[in-house]
């Protein structure tokens, strides 16, 4: 009876190990999460329900600071743009062009983030990873 109880406690150990997910999955915001990484979506300008501009955005993170991103809008070319950025707590502060704003992190996960800045006008930037 004694084996028999050791055997189960053994067999329950096992399979539970082997079911727990991995935590190394976990995906924070924070710059060295984005470093090396390409993001493809929309910036929307808004002014209550009313759309002002939409704004199709690619936007790579070299690295913990620098990028780059092409802005397309219709009726425009594409413009191509550097910028540096900072990240504290859920603030992502891009430095640079007309994204330039300090916008507020409102959904983040490994393959789809959304940021929203505020001044005359709401601007809601929606991205998916592409790698």
Same mark, same amino acid.
């Given at each position: 009876?004694?084996? *028999?109880?050791?055997?189960?406690?053994?067999?329950?150990?096992? =399979? !539970?190990?082997?079911?727990?997910?991995?935590?190394?999955?976990?995906?924070?915001?924070?710059?060295?999460?984005?470093?090396?990484?390409?993001?493809?979506?929309?910036? *929307?300008?808004?002014?209550?329900?009313?759309?002002?501009?939409? =704004?199709? !955005?690619?936007?790579?993170?070299?690295?913990?600071?620098?990028?780059?991103?092409? *802005?397309?809008?219709?009726?425009?070319?594409?413009? !191509?743009?550097?910028?540096?950025?900072? =990240?504290?707590?859920? =603030?992502?502060?891009?430095?640079?062009?007309?994204?330039?704003?300090?916008?507020?992190?409102?959904?983040?996960?490994?393959?789809?983030?959304?940021?929203?800045?505020?001044?005359?006008?709401?601007?809601? *930037?929606?991205?998916?990873?592409?790698?």
């Amino acid at each position: 009876m004694k084996n *028999l109880f050791r055997t189960f406690v053994i067999l329950f150990l096992a =399979i !539970v190990s082997t079911s727990c997910s991995n935590d190394n999955d976990d995906f924070r915001f924070d710059s060295e999460s984005l470093k090396q990484t390409t993001w493809e979506g929309v910036n *929307l300008v808004t002014d209550g329900d009313k759309t002002i501009r939409t =704004i199709n !955005v690619e936007m790579q993170f070299f690295d913990t600071q620098n990028g780059q991103y092409i *802005l397309r809008e219709d009726g425009f070319g594409a413009e !191509v743009y550097k910028f540096n950025y900072s =990240i504290e707590g859920k =603030i992502m502060n891009i430095e640079d062009g007309p994204l330039f704003s300090k916008r507020t992190m409102l959904e983040f996960a490994k393959d789809r983030m959304v940021l929203e800045a505020l001044s005359s006008y709401k601007s809601t *930037l929606t991205l998916n990873r592409r790698y």
